[in-house]
């Protein structure tokens, strides 16, 4: 016969990850599945009794049910969501962009947190300094990105900043900025504004000045660099 497995009665603070939804049993054999319970936002304290319901029931047979009450204690978890923004995402060869990186706690406990960052040798990183963060805490800090003054103009470098506070699978968070000349850096920062506002072909059309005001800059013979500057 085959039995289909439900969970409910959960908390809304959590959800199930199952591994199979039904399972197959022959005459007198014993089945058994695997079940996770992730926690999703507002994890209750530690130490909280969080109940739930299985149902195992027949396929074939709507008589063959059975509904089973299970419960556990909430451990102590440790989580945090990460944002890391700069402002327009673009600046000049040796000029300094200011960005922030924001840190939000959704755990119960406190979190201790390192980063391990990744960044190319000409571009220079200060801040992401190590930070505890209280449950329903909020830290905001402060991040320098720093290109070498020899950085070829319209090219792109990127950050990859890994939080670390003992979770199984870390998750990285990458940002990118692009190198413009002096006075495309305004255009490509207004660009990012008008996409955030949601108009999309200003943007793309900002975009395509900046690029093409740091080609001119380059090359000030370029016909194309040109035409999107006017």
Request: overall charge negative.
């Amino acid at each position: 016969d085959r039995f289909t497995i439900d969970f409910s009665s959960l908390p809304a603070e959590f959800e199930t990850a199952q591994g199979v939804a039904s399972i197959l049993l022959q005459p007198g054999e014993i089945g058994e599945i695997s079940l996770c319970l992730r926690p999703t936002a507002n994890i209750p304290p530690v130490g909280t009794i969080v109940r739930f319901d299985v149902t195992v029931a027949s396929t074939n047979d709507p008589t063959v049910v059975r509904i089973v009450t299970e419960d556990f204690a909430v451990p102590a978890i440790a989580a945090a969501t990460f944002s890391l923004n700069a402002a327009g995402g673009s600046t000049t060869p040796g000029v300094p962009l200011d960005a922030t990186l924001e840190i939000t706690s959704v755990g119960n406990v406190a979190a201790n947190i390192t980063f391990d960052t990744q960044a190319p040798p000409d571009l220079a990183v200060t801040g992401f300094d190590p930070v505890t963060i209280d449950p329903g805490g909020v830290v905001v800090q402060a991040v320098t990105l720093t290109p070498s003054a020899s950085v070829p103009l319209n090219s792109t470098r990127a950050i990859t900043v890994t939080p670390q506070f003992g979770q199984p699978e870390p998750e990285a968070v990458t940002l990118s900025l692009h190198i413009a000349a002096p006075g495309a850096v305004a255009i490509a920062r207004a660009s990012a504004a008008a996409s955030q506002l949601g108009n999309i072909d200003l943007a793309q059309r900002l975009s395509d000045l900046s690029i093409g005001l740091t080609n001119l800059v380059q090359n000030q013979c370029d016909e194309v660099s040109r035409s999107q500057s006017l």
